[in-house]
């Protein structure tokens, strides 16, 4: 069901539907009227859930740069011994 629910109307005021699938304005802008999956979250679990990417993402990178670092002062300290 498809209706004029959407700013700008064609009317002084919009149309509020709440059965409607699909809602319209008068630029023939439209979009579904389903709910997003993240708004079904409250803020706190958002809030927990981007917090815990980040956590995990610097960890990989604090990994990633501590690998590196060690093989490359593996590889100095073996040109050290054939120096000497």
């Given amino acids: 069901f498809v209706t004029d629910c959407g700013v700008p109307s064609a009317f002084d005021e919009p149309l509020e539907c709440k059965h ?3 809602c319209c304005n008068a630029n ?3 979009h579904p009227e389903e709910e997003v999956q993240v708004a079904s979250l409250n ?3 958002f809030a927990a859930v981007l917090f815990t990417c980040f956590f995990i993402v610097s960890c990989m990178v604090v990994l990633v740069f501590y690998t590196v670092d060690k093989r490359k002062n593996r590889g100095n300290a073996q040109t050290m011994s054939e120096e000497r």
Avoid: F, I
Wanted: proline share 0%; aromatic share 12%; charged share 20%.
């Fill in 28 to 30: 023939e802008d439209c």
């Fill in 43 to 45: 803020y706190g679990t």
């Fill in 20 to 22: 409607c699938t699909m």
